[in-house]
C-alpha cells in the first residue's frame, strides 16, 4: 500500500523513522482540525445554541469511537486528557495517592518511560512508598517469574508499558493482570507504545487503567486518553478543579459533575479530540492487524539488513514491535543522528526518556529506528545505503 497521497508529511522527501515519538496526520485529521475552525466554533457543554450542541455531539462521537477501537464496557470510562503523560500524572495523583499507604510497593521496570516512573518516584517520596523494579533478563525484558518473586502482601500496584519505547519489548499484559488481580493487586499500561500499533481489548487484558496519547497513532497533538474501570473511576478523587467539572460549589465545598466529566476541568483541546476521531476511523480503515503485520514484516527485514553491516549493532533483536535499536561502533548516537538527518532520514538518538535502564541494560546512548505502518521497504534500503557508506558516516 502506498499512503502519500493520504499523508502530506509523506511527500516532504524525508525518511521518517522516529513514529515512537509522534507520527504523521493524515488529511482527514487535518481537515477536521480546520473544519472546526472555519465552520463550527464554539466552546464545549456551554452554549444553548448549534453550533455548541454539534462541538458536545462531535466530542461525544470520539468518546465513543475510542471505547469501540480499545473496547471499553463503557463511553464514561473514557477520560480526554492533554497526553499518555497526563493520564498516567492523573492516575497516580487521582486515585492512587489517596488510596495507598505508607511501605505499601509498588513494581515498576528499569524500561519505563519517564512518564510512567516519574509519577510514581514523586509519589513514593511523599508518602513513603517503596519502588521495586522488576529485573530483567537477559534479552532486556519482564517474565512473569521475575514478577511472581517480588510480589508480597504489600504489594498494590504493577505499573508497565504494553510495549516499551526502547526495547519495544511486549509484555503479556493479560497473564500479568491475572496474577495480579489474584493478589488484590491493581494494574496500569501504559499504552503509548501499545495502542497505535497493535489490537487493544481492555476487557480481555482487564487492565485496571490504561494510558495513550492521541499524536502517535495519527492524531493532533494536545490529546490523550486516560481509560479506568468504571468502579474505580468512582472512587478516583479530581484534583484538577474549575468549570465543567462540578454541578455546584458553595464556600464549604463542589458537589461533583458525573463522570467523566468531573476529571475533564476547564475546556478540552476541542480541535483535537474532534479530530482524534478521524485518526482512529483511518486506523480502522487500514486495519489495525494489518498495521502490526505490516509493520513487524518492515522490522524483520530492517533488522536483517542492519546485521550486515559489520560496525552496526542491533541492540534489541528480538523486538517485538517495530521499534529498533542499534548502536554504531566508536561513534555517539547524536553524531549518527545527525548524519542520518544530512540524508534526510528522521532517527532519534540518546536516552529516549528511558534513563534507569542503563543500570541494567548498559544501553546509554543509542539510536532508535521507529517503524509506522506507511514506512516503506524502499525507506529502509536507503537507511541502509547511508549507513553502508562507512567513510561518509565516519567523517561527518
Ligand atoms: C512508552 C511511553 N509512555 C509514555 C510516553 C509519553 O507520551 P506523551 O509524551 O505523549 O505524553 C511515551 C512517549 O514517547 C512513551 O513512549
Redesign the pocket.
Known amino acids: 500500500m502506498n499512503y502519500d497521497e493520504d499523508f502530506p508529511m509523506l511527500k516532504k522527501g524525508l525518511v521518517y523513522f522516529d513514529n ?2 509522534t507520527t504523521f496526520k493524515p488529511k482527514k485529521v487535518i481537515n477536521s482540525l480546520i473544519d472546526y475552525n472555519i465552520n463550527f466554533t464554539a466552546n464545549s457543554h456551554r452554549g444553548d445554541y448549534n453550533i455548541s450542541f454539534k462541538v458536545d455531539d462531535e466530542i461525544d462521537k470520539t468518546r465513543e469511537c475510542v471505547r469501540r477501537f480499545i473496547n471499553a464496557k463503557l463511553k464514561e470510562e473514557i477520560i480526554f486528557t492533554m ?4 493520564s ?1 500524572n492523573m492516575i497516580v495523583d487521582n486515585f492512587f495517592e489517596p488510596m495507598l499507604k505508607k511501605d505499601d510497593e509498588i513494581l515498576l521496570s528499569k524500561s ?2 519517564a ?2 516512573i516519574l509519577p510514581w518516584i514523586m509519589l513514593s517520596l511523599k508518602k513513603g512508598l517503596k519502588i521495586k523494579y522488576i529485573p530483567l533478563n537477559e534479552e532486556n525484558k519482564i517474565t512473569i517469574d521475575n514478577i511472581k518473586n517480588l510480589i508480597t502482601t504489600k504489594t498494590k500496584v504493577i505499573s508497565l ?1 504494553h510495549i ?2 526502547v526495547i519495544g519489548d511486549k509484555r503479556d499484559i493479560k497473564e500479568i493482570t491475572t496474577l495480579a488481580h489474584n493478589n488484590n493487586i491493581y494494574v496500569v499500561v ?1 499504552g ?2 501499545s495502542v497505535p500499533h497493535i489490537k487493544t481489548d481492555v476487557k480481555d487484558l482487564d487492565c485496571d487503567f490504561l494510558a495513550f ?1 492521541a ?2 497513532m495519527c492524531g493532533p497533538t494536545g490529546v ?1 486518553v486516560l481509560y479506568g474501570k468504571y468502579e474505580l473511576l468512582k472512587k478516583m478523587i479530581p484534583k484538577k478543579v474549575g468549570g465543567g467539572m462540578n454541578e455546584s460549589y458553595d464556600e464549604h465545598g463542589i458537589e461533583l459533575t458525573t463522570i467523566p466529566y468531573r476529571f475533564e476541568a476547564g475546556t478540552p483541546n476541542i480541535n483535537g479530540i474532534i479530530a482524534f476521531k478521524h485518526a482512529i476511523e483511518y486506523i480502522e480503515k487500514v486495519g489495525i492487524e494489518n498495521i502490526e503485520r505490516s509493520e513487524k514484516y518492515l522490522k524483520n527485514y530492517l533488522i536483517k539488513e542492519l546485521k550486515k553491516i559489520p560496525y552496526v549493532e542491533v541492540l534489541n533483536p528480538t523486538s517485538d514491535s517495530g521499534i529498533v535499536l542499534i548502536k554504531v561502533k566508536d561513534l555517539f548516537a547524536g553524531d549518527v543522528g545527525l548524519y542520518l538527518n544530512s540524508k534526510g532520514i528522521c532517527v532519534r538518538s540518546g536516552k529516549h ?1 528511558v534513563k534507569m535502564l542503563k543500570d541494567e541494560s548498559g544501553f546509554d546512548d543509542t539510536v532508535r529506528i521507529s517503524l509506522y505502518f506507511y514506512n516503506t521497504y524502499e525507506e529502509i534500503d536507503y537507511l541502509i545505503y547511508c549507513l553502508k557508506d562507512k567513510y561518509k558516516l565516519y567523517d561527518f
Open positions: 515512537a515519538a497526553n499518555a503523560t497526563d498516567l519505563e518511560h512518564s510512567n508499558a516499551t519505547n501504559d503509548a507504545q496519547s499524536h502517535k490523550g526518556c
